[in-house]
């Protein structure tokens, strides 16, 4: 039973296109977190959000802008979508941002084409 | 910055043998905390052990690993693999400043394949 929903599970997209990952939580995390795995990549940690403010992020692009509408979701906008783009985006959460344990959903794997 | 180190991309064991996946960091701060996760394919990357004393053995589902910070270390360890091992397995860290905001790094992983 999947705490942590992420859809699409798979999705393809044009270059150039713009497209939302969802994701919700049930755990009853304060925190929320996007992250990305490319290929030969270390999974790379992408934003952090606490109480629906963003805590932290680590992405260069303007291109990627996570948007909160309630406290357990934190979905992930990607617009003037590249090649490069296409990775495997987790979705993750957390009580609260002091070390505590992170849990992660299964994944949207993203081609773009 | 803060890295993680593991060297080993692929390891291949015969069931029954023992386990250990290396794992070295970087960071500039004392306190830094250490996690191995595991990842079965079409899961949930999963938290196996965390820890952040040093010398101090953390034990989980057959797994091991103690926190070196003389040697930037984390080894995971087990004393029997078994086929149901078989996984993607990534050591990750976080210290004072990337804790504040839940941030992990994460290494390149291993995968373990045990064979019968």
């Known amino acids: 039973d999947p705490k942590i929903i992420q859809k699409p599970k798979y999705l393809v997209a044009v270059t150039g296109s713009e497209k939302i990952l969802i994701c919700e939580q049930y755990?009853?995390?304060?925190?929320m977190y996007w992250y990305r795995q490319s290929a030969k990549k270390p999974l790379e940690f992408m934003f952090s959000?606490?109480?629906?403010?963003?805590?932290d992020n680590q992405t260069a692009s303007s291109r990627f802008q996570p948007q909160s509408s309630k406290k357990n979701h934190l979905d992930l906008q990607i617009t003037a979508l590249k090649p490069d783009d296409s990775a495997t985006y987790f979705c993750?959460?957390?009580?609260?941002?002091?070390?505590?344990?992170?849990?992660f959903g299964k994944g949207t794997r993203l081609t773009v084409v | 910055g803060d890295s993680v180190t593991q060297k080993e991309g692929l390891v291949t064991l015969t069931e029954g043998l023992p386990v250990m996946l290396n794992c070295t960091y970087q960071t500039i701060y004392s306190n830094a905390f250490l996690f191995w996760y595991v990842h079965y394919l079409n899961e949930s990357p999963r938290l196996l052990l965390k820890s952040s004393t040093d010398n101090k053995r953390t034990e989980h589902q057959g797994f091991h690993a103690t926190l070196h910070k003389s040697s930037s270390s984390f080894h995971l360890q087990k004393s029997s693999a078994q086929l149901s091992d078989s996984a993607l397995y990534y050591c990750?860290?976080?210290?004072?400043?990337?804790?504040?905001?839940?941030?992990?790094?994460f290494g390149l992983g291993t995968t373990l394949q045990v064979q019968p």
């Open positions: 990750a860290l976080s210290d004072w400043e990337t804790g504040n905001t839940g941030k992990l790094i």
């Open positions: 993750a959460s957390s009580q609260g941002t002091g070390n505590t344990e992170v849990f």
């Open positions: 959000y606490s109480y629906q403010k963003l805590m």
């Open positions: 755990l009853g995390h304060n925190a």
